[in-house]
């Protein structure tokens, strides 16, 4: 089992560009979180999927983030156009199938926007 | 924001030495995890807690559910080099999906 696989694992881009993260979570999970690290507010979470239907997405900080699960095995965060505030370390995460609780992370995404 | 308060925020200790942590919040959580994050990798689970009371261990780790539903804490034993780390506290509320996490203590093992 290859776990919840990420990338990119390091991004840079300037601020106004489009940035699209992607998880591929572990297969036959159904659930998948999008969580964010950054050291003045630590890990928080974005959006929360199941079965591919976005289901909590009040974390989402605004308009310019969107995410997207077209199917089991695929899920994308997109930023545009991105800012430096967004600089961070994003997560994805897959719970075990029938929980929701212990998630299972990828490596992440670390995202600097000059 | 946050609404887990976890403390210390760092510990430095010696190795062999035993390890307390603890978090506490106002709300209520129905469950509370444990998780140990490394540099440049994502956090990984160590103990999760499903009942208020609950004791549970993992090897060398302990971490109990409060009785109130309001805390948890994690004991390391006897630490050794591999146990420097950040980690972290989380709860998932009734009814919740996603996980609250503290802001994380930072474990330094000096040799």
């Known amino acids: 089992d290859a776990g919840v696989i990420q990338s990119p694992r390091h991004e840079v881009t300037e601020m106004g560009q489009e940035v699209t993260l992607r998880c591929k979570p572990i297969?036959?999970?159904?659930?998948l979180f999008w969580y964010r690290q950054t050291m003045m507010r630590g890990l928080e979470l974005l959006i929360y999927?199941?079965?591919?239907?976005?289901?909590?997405d009040s974390g989402m900080p605004e308009d310019r983030f969107s995410a997207k699960m077209p199917n089991a095995s695929f899920s994308t965060l997109k930023i545009q156009p991105s800012e430096p505030r967004d600089s961070a370390v994003y997560f994805c995460?897959?719970?075990?199938?029938?929980?929701?609780?212990?998630?299972?992370f990828g490596q992440g995404t670390r995202l600097t926007v000059v | 924001g946050q609404q887990l308060n976890q403390s210390p925020q760092s510990m430095f200790i010696q190795e062999g030495e035993d390890v307390s942590m603890n978090c506490t919040s106002s709300?209520?959580?129905?469950?509370w995890l444990w998780y140990k994050q490394e540099p440049g990798e994502g956090p990984v689970l160590l103990i999760a807690l499903y009942k208020a009371g609950e004791l549970t261990s993992n090897g060398r780790l302990t971490a109990q559910f409060g009785i109130t539903r309001k805390d948890s804490f994690l004991n390391i034993s006897a630490s050794i080099p591999s146990d420097v780390g950040i980690y972290f506290c989380?709860?998932?509320?009734?009814?919740?999906?996603?996980?609250?996490f503290g802001q994380g203590t930072r474990l330094t093992i000096n040799p």
């Open positions: 709300s209520i959580f129905n469950t």
């Open positions: 297969s036959g999970h159904n659930s």
């Open positions: 989380a709860g998932q509320k009734k009814n919740s999906a996603g996980l609250v």
């Open positions: 995460a897959s719970p075990p199938i029938g929980g929701l609780t212990e998630a299972f």
């Open positions: 999927f199941n079965n591919n239907v976005p289901i909590d």
